[in-house]
């Protein structure tokens, strides 16, 4: 027997499109990976393999624009990077400070809109005050969205997604025959940004990490075989180019020739 909803069994996928008749991807987001490999493999210390980092961020955030991406969500800093040693953590944290100091007044005049995604609570407070205030200013620009992915976990996210269902169950404001995909992707960070198209990774590493469980159900996944503080225009684009010669389904079929 078919599902009497089938959107609420393919989290509407199904009717989602790829993007613009298979040309750029709306949405591509990013796994940042290989920082410290590129430093070490250079007998650099891994803050510096950080600091390279922050310098091809710039380069696919300029890069994204001109490739017609719309949203780039960037992986930042993950839920499980907290178990590093701290003096990397803090050398990470600085690196977020200065790169909103030094670049937001730049993106903003770009027209890029900031969002953060992930967990404030138990940041530090002068943190939560840059993200705020990066996310205030540029809230009302048109170009670039750029999606900062920072104390983010996937699997977090969904827990606190259900969590909040489940309070309005008990509160009687849900009833729980109306809880579906939709009702569930509102309460995630990324309510009202789509779906991912094209998942990047780079550093050969072939895993996610914890990163848009939900919303990557249906991203293409490309991984490139560089470190991140290599990743430029052309590695961007070339990613882009394997994804426009990918045939996205969605659980359905297209026709063959002769039907
Ligand atoms: C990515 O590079 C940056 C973050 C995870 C914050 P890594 O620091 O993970 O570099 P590798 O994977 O150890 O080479
Ligand atoms: C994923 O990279 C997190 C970010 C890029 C921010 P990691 O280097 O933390 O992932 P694992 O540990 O190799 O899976
Ligand atoms: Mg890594």
Do not use: C
Not at 74 to 93: C, I, K, M, Q
Not at 168 to 175: S, T
Not at 222 to 231: R, Y
Request: aromatic letters at 6%.
């Amino acid at each position: 027997m078919l599902p009497r909803n089938l959107k609420r069994w393919t989290g509407g996928a199904a009717d989602k499109a790829p993007a613009r008749d298979g040309l750029a991807p709306r949405h591509v987001a990013i796994i940042m990976d290989g920082n410290g490999r590129w430093a070490a493999a250079r007998g650099l210390p891994r803050a510096e393999g950080h600091r390279r980092g922050v310098e091809a961020l710039r380069r696919a955030v300029k890069s994204a624009h001109e490739l017609g991406v719309e949203h780039l969500t960037l992986y930042s800093f993950s839920a499980e990077n907290w178990s590093r040693p701290a003096e990397e953590v803090s050398d990470l944290l600085n690196l977020l400070r200065m790169f909103i100091r030094r670049d937001l007044t730049e993106l903003h005049r770009s027209d890029v809109r900031i969002r953060v995604i992930g967990e404030r609570d138990g940041l530090p407070p002068d943190i939560v005050k840059h993200l705020e205030e990066a996310e205030n200013l540029t809230s009302q620009n048109s170009g670039l969205t750029l999606i900062v992915a920072f104390n983010y976990g996937g699997r977090q996210e969904i827990v606190g997604a259900v969590r909040r269902i489940a309070e309005a169950v008990r509160d009687g404001r849900l009833d729980p025959a109306a809880i579906d995909a939709a009702a569930v992707a509102a309460q995630l960070d990324t309510a009202e940004i789509p779906d991912p198209d094209l998942v990047i990774r780079t550093s050969g590493e072939q895993r996610i990490s914890n990163f848009l469980l939900w919303q990557s159900a249906y991203s293409e996944f490309v991984f490139l075989p560089i470190h991140w503080p290599d990743f430029d225009r052309e590695a961007f684009a070339a990613a882009i180019a394997s994804f426009r010669a990918r045939e996205r389904r969605f659980g359905g079929r297209v026709a063959q020739a002769g039907e």
